[in-house]
Nanobody
Framework: QVQLVESGGGLVQAGGSLRLSCTASRSTSSGDTIVWHRQAPGKAREWVATSFATGISGYAESAKGRFIVSRDNAKNTVFLQMNRMKSEDTAVYYC???????WGRGTQVTVSS
């Protein structure tokens, strides 16, 4: 089991940027694949981006060209840099560990138009 803590959420104007962090309480010797999801009010949780343990990243269409995932394995932390943000990015953002199958509690992101 692992504890995941998201941070970095907040209020930002449309067109602005935020960087979210997901810090795990432990890691695997081979690294961990971390998946970012988000859930807007009244909507289902949706995939945003994946940071694979291999270093490869994957993005949902809504995130391509605007969001970037990166990682600091020494700190068990994965980042989600969100640029050119839109009002439709407003949601609670969660990270998920593929290895431990655990979710964080989420961090609220609100984009004002």
């Amino acid at each position: 089991q692992v504890q995941l803590v998201e941070s970095g959420g907040g209020l930002v104007q449309a067109g602005g940027s935020l960087r979210l962090s997901c810090t795990a309480s432990r890691s695997t010797s081979s690294g961990d694949t971390i998946v970012w999801h988000r859930q807007a009010p009244g909507k289902a949780r949706e995939w945003v981006a994946t940071s694979f343990a291999t270093g490869i990243s994957g993005y949902a269409e809504s995130a391509k060209g605007r969001f970037i995932v990166s990682r600091d394995n020494a700190k068990n932390t994965v980042f989600l840099q969100m640029n050119r943000m839109k009002s439709e990015d407003t949601a609670v953002y969660y990270c998920f560990s593929q290895t431990w199958r655990d979710w964080g509690r989420g961090t609220q992101v609100t984009v004002s138009s």
